[in-house]
């Protein structure tokens, strides 16, 4: 039995769209998922992407994925990574898949010399909380997300 992490390759929106699907559903927000296959192609594979996928094989079987692009910290100058999407299928867990996918993460942020890698993680969701603890992942409790979107993203960005 062997785990293969590589890039997602042109013509697999399909399956990374599948993810995206299994995840919301796990999360219970299915119904927020309205990227289709051909906007996924683009942001993954387009000219100059500026999202990208890591696909998780066991035995060549695709059994998780995470999206990820590059952040930028004004306060240590540099890039980092953000963590979109981590999602291993449940009769897959426990066999390390998701903790390699991270691995592989943290390895070309070393490689790159990026110092972060980070992530949310919903607050229910205490068996991912436990795993990322057991990575050594640390809560930034002090921040809270805040969003736009909608109506009030259009009113905003309709004012002068």
Known sequence: ???TIRSARPGEAGLVLAFIRELAEYEKL???VVATEAEIEAALFGENPKTFCD???????????AVWFYTYSTFSGRHGIWLEDLFVRPDQRGRGIGKALIAGLARRCVA???PRLAWWVLNWNEPSRVFYRALGATA???WTVKRLEG???AKLGAEG
């Not at 035995?59 to 994925?65: H, I, L, R």
């Open 140 to 142: 930034q409790d002090e």
């Open 151 to 153: 109506q009030a993203l």
């Open 30 to 32: 299915l119904h927020e």
């Open 55 to 65: 696909i998780a094989e066991w035995d060549g079987e695709p059994v998780g994925f």
């Open 1 to 3: 039995m062997t785990l």
């Open 112 to 114: 790159e010399e990026l």
